[in-house]
């Protein structure tokens, strides 16, 4: 049913229908329009920033139920243009978290403790949470989506700015890189399968339980500590060929056949679905990779070095014809920093034994073979990298650094759309703040409404 924005006369039976609702006596700091901001509210964000060592700029008990105002205001324009949340998305978000909570505090049971809930409703309300998040960002987009600044624009921005506003960027690299597999033996590889179907046997007959052998045996660390168990994901976050075989199960007490991935080897065995979610148990195998073929890879990846070195080639003609490495291959071996979706990496950003390479050297220099771990198949595999370019730390500049003052001015403009449509919105929402919770130097002028 979709909730209205009333007069001040409602309070009161706001106030009545939420305590009804909770069964408890609970403080009201503030109500916007018909929805009640409750002061254990407060607290349980403020409890949550805390843990997760958010800064909070002021004081959260004036921060925080304003950022919950404003929150509200997002939520009744998504209720009026009826958004509709991704529910796939937002369950691996919340599986996600929750395996976040449970990594860090150590089980399933001391996740309760903490927040003094059953996962079940914890899961519930993180639900709700990341439900209004999603609908709050649409409502946003949607509101700043013509926003972007011509260069024009964004060089009139620069010139508006003091120099002590500029942001400082620190040293970043652009890099290129060749990476290659080591051949793995045929042997090898019948050993883990034979391994795997060893624990899929064992299961099947019911002599031992999925989730031991996991724990016992799978390669994956994240899901083994918790007998294997991924959580509710959706198709589009797992593995192609996992995410195949897992929603072709339909027994869960049998366990698939062996499932080949870029991570390795799997075994996988159905616990539930729920739509187009899945959860799943895994084991996972690698193959080991010997000295020896660590060694070939070496002597052979040496050899293409020296190739680029004497001029034979260059390092992007053979990027392109040698390279395994999926991302960089087809773009002149040029790493991209996805967390950016440039070609440019701060040191942190780097898989560290990249960053190791390039801290000693110069712009043009092609390092000597080395072994790194894929941060994504978390499997061994031979690199060299070329550094292209280094910057230095700086102040933000128009030259080097249009496409951050390009960001920051958009930014700028968009924060300004989302100010100007919250002070706008305010005049048709009836706003009430208890004494006690309006000694605050509020962003928006709230207090006006409360009168």
């Known amino acids: 049913m979709k909730r209205r924005f009333f007069t001040a006369l409602a309070f009161a039976a706001v106030l009545m229908t939420a305590l009804a609702q909770n069964n408890v006596a609970e403080e009201v700091a503030w109500v916007i329009g018909d929805e009640p901001i409750f002061k254990s509210d407060i607290e349980e964000q403020y409890q949550q920033a805390l843990y997760e060592r958010v800064a909070i700029d002021g004081n959260p008990y004036c921060v925080i139920p304003e950022k919950m105002a404003v929150d509200k205001l997002f939520l009744d324009q998504a209720r009026i243009d009826t958004v509709e949340v991704q529910a796939s998305s937002i369950s691996a978000e919340v599986e996600s978290r929750i395996n976040y909570f449970i990594a860090n505090l150590g089980s399933k049971e001391k996740v309760e403790e903490y927040f003094r809930m059953p996962l079940p409703r914890l899961r519930e309300k993180l639900n709700e949470v990341y439900s209004d998040q999603y609908s709050i960002q649409q409502v946003q987009n949607e509101l700043t989506k013509n926003v972007k600044a011509t260069p024009s624009e964004v060089r009139k921005y620069y010139n508006s700015l003091s120099k002590d506003s500029l942001p400082y ?140 070195s004497e001029g034979k080639h260059t390092f992007e003609e053979m990027a392109l014809l040698i390279s395994q490495d999926k ?125």
């Open 169 to 308: 960027i620190p040293m970043q690299v652009e890099a290129q890189i060749i990476t290659i597999n080591p051949v793995i033996p045929q042997q090898e590889i019948d050993e883990v399968k034979s391994r795997l179907r060893d624990y899929a046997n064992q299961v099947n007959s019911g002599e031992r339980e999925f989730s031991t052998l996991a724990i016992l045996y799978s390669q994956d660390q994240s899901t083994a500590v918790y007998g294997g168990e991924t959580g509710f994901q959706s198709r589009s976050v797992l593995l192609p060929e996992y995410a195949t075989a897992a929603f072709n199960l339909n027994d869960n007490k049998r366990v698939s056949n062996i499932v080949e991935t870029d991570d390795g080897f799997h075994i996988i065995q159905l616990i539930e679905k729920r739509g187009d979610r899945i959860n799943t148990r895994h084991i996972l195998l690698r193959p080991k990779v010997s000295d020896k073929d660590l060694t070939d890879a070496l002597v052979r990846l040496d050899s293409v070095r020296a190739d680029i």
């Open 327 to 451: 991302d960089s291959r087809n773009n002149n071996g040029n790493m991209l920093n996805e967390k950016n979706h440039s070609s440019r990496f701060e040191m942190a950003d780097l898989p560290a034994e990249v960053g190791k390479k390039i801290s000693t050297m110069q712009p043009g220099d092609v390092s000597e073979p080395f072994v790194m771990i894929n941060p994504k198949t978390r499997r061994e595999q031979l690199a060299i990298v070329k550094l292209v370019k280094r910057i230095d730390g700086h102040k933000a500049d128009l030259a080097e650094d249009y496409m951050i003052i390009k960001e920051m001015c958009e930014a700028d403009a968009k924060e300004n759309i989302l100010r100007n449509w919250v002070i706008k919105k305010q005049q048709s929402v009836y706003v009430y703040i208890e004494e006690g919770w309006r000694n605050c130097d509020f962003k928006y002028d709230w207090l006006k409404k409360n009168k």
